[in-house]
């Protein structure tokens, strides 16, 4: 009992010890320390450094981008070709099928070209970024989230493409491959079309890759604080060190 009461003292000593030096610490030390309340200044890379370096190499990957959705659209509007050329006058004497392949095949190849060679969300972003100060931590934090905020938001429109375009043109496939006419060309194709809506699930988009990437890099952030906590037993102050991990 008298060695566990003299272990008890030593660790008491020694905390404060400990506590004292923390105290003098010069205030860089107390500033390293605080910035760990804010998971934004500490990921690596930061979003916004994210931001530019995507901003980068936009210009070069803009007709790699929507490349699922492209395939997916021209194997739909091949289809909508082949259905209007042969079409089976008895389940379709309108031809309604093949124009149907034809709009959202053909829509969605002008929706996707006209992004790619306009539409810029990390050069926009990026500029924005640029007229923004950086001097105080709070300048620091207004740039780190709204760079989170715009990579999340162009994977959120990624996200909504994606799945409106499976659901059109794998609609509009398989209303293609009921109409069509039997052991055809054109009912392979719709067969292929109905396969080949499903590419934007299989291959992501790399705006959604990004904003995964950077809130994996955000999750491995482990904040430890020093701070002072009653100690179990005497109650008496002791330093201790809280860890937080910020999801």
Not at 32 to 59: G, H, M, W
Request: proline residues 6%.
């Amino acid at each position: 009992m008298l060695i566990i009461n003299n272990m008890r003292r030593s660790v008491i000593v020694i905390g404060r010890i400990l506590l004292c030096f923390l105290f003098l610490l010069p205030p860089p030390a107390f500033a390293a320390v605080n910035d760990f309340d804010y998971p934004e200044l500490n990921v690596t890379p930061r979003a916004s450094d994210r931001l530019v370096l995507e901003a980068q190499k936009e210009n070069q990957n803009q007709w790699r981008t929507h490349l699922p959705l492209q395939v997916s659209a021209m194997v739909t509007l091949t289809a909508g070709i082949l259905q209007l050329a042969t079409p089976n006058i008895k389940t379709d004497p309108k031809k309604q099928s093949g124009l149907a392949g034809l709009a959202v095949g053909g829509g969605w190849l002008v929706l996707t070209t006209a992004m790619a060679m306009y539409y810029n969300p990390y050069s926009s972003a990026a500029g924005h970024l640029n007229v923004m100060g950086k001097k105080s931590t709070r300048d620091l934090l207004v740039r780190e989230r709204y760079a989170e905020e715009e990579i999340n938001s162009t994977s959120s429109l990624a996200k909504k493409l994606m799945w409106l375009s499976v659901a059109t043109n794998f609609g509009t496939a398989i209303y293609m491959a009921g109409k069509s006419e039997p052991e055809t060309l054109s009912s392979l194709v719709d067969g292929i079309a109905i396969a080949t809506a499903f590419a934007p699930l299989v291959f992501r988009s790399r705006w959604m890759a990004v904003s995964n990437e950077q809130q994996e890099y955000k999750k491995r952030i482990y904040a430890p604080v020093a701070t002072v906590i009653p100690e179990p037993g005497t109650g008496n102050p002791a330093p201790g060190l809280i860890l937080s991990v910020f999801f």
